[in-house]
């Protein structure tokens, strides 16, 4: 099974400051990396796809990057919407597996 | 547009088993496989396996070999999941979830979640 690791669990940050999100790989997973955005109470929602894709209807402010085992979910100015927790989920070789999670809240 | 209907909660025994479905409109339901994730409370999400709503094909997290059966019915558009020897850490909310492209799982629609309780 491959382990997604993201870090860190909990991050603090000030509206309109950028936040960056990490989430790595135990073995390459290619850029078969999707991150999750979820709020209390809702389903999971798709934010980027193929490590990079923004899915239909995210704003720019998110992006994501890399390939391989590290992974980066970057948003560039937070909104008070964007406070919510964030999964990464490696989706490679049909047995997906997702990270634990970060908690992003207001500084 | 693209809508996933799932069954109400369900509470259970220890050692019952429940099944869960995900009713699919808005699209060829033969053309995207249906995964399941679920979540336990306070807890992240876990993925539990998929199966192409074409062919019937599965893959199954490890962790819930032997305990869980994905199925589909293609006259309704329903895919189904059934999970047995219910113990009380499968309390957990159950998601089914379907594909922004065809042959991946990058879970672009999801249902509204189903609670499953097992308590004694």
């Known amino acids: 099974e491959i382990v997604m690791t993201q870090s860190p669990a909990t991050l603090s940050v000030s509206p309109g400051e950028r936040a960056t999100l990490s989430c790595r790989a135990s073995q390459s997973v290619s850029s078969n990396l999707a991150w999750y955005q979820q709020k209390p109470g809702q389903a999971p929602r798709l934010l980027i796809y193929?490590?990079?894709t923004r899915a239909t209807g995210i704003p720019a402010r998110f992006s994501g990057s890399g390939s391989g085992t590290e992974f980066t979910l970057t948003i560039s100015s937070l909104q008070s919407e964007d406070f919510a927790v964030y999964y990464c989920?490696?989706?490679?070789?049909?047995?997906?597996?997702f990270g634990q999670g970060t908690k992003l809240e207001i500084k | 547009q693209v809508q996933l209907v799932q069954s109400g909660a369900e509470v259970k025994k220890p050692g019952a088993s429940v099944k869960v479905s995900c009713k699919a409109s808005g699209y060829t339901f033969t053309s995207y496989g249906i995964s399941w994730v679920r979540q336990a409370p306070g807890q992240g999400l876990e993925w539990m396996g998929w199966i192409s709503a074409y062919n019937g094909n599965t893959n199954y997290a490890q962790k819930l070999q032997g305990r869980v059966t994905m199925t589909t019915d293609t006259s309704t558009s329903t895919a189904y999941m059934e999970l047995r020897s219910l113990r009380s850490d499968d309390t957990a909310v159950y998601y089914c979830?379907?594909?922004?492209?065809?042959?991946?799982?990058?879970?672009?629609?999801w249902g509204q979640g189903t609670l499953v309780t097992v308590s004694s």
């Open positions: 979830a379907r594909g922004v492209e065809m042959a991946t799982t990058t879970l672009g629609y």
């Open positions: 193929g490590a990079s």
């Open positions: 989920q490696q989706y490679n070789n049909w047995l997906d597996t």
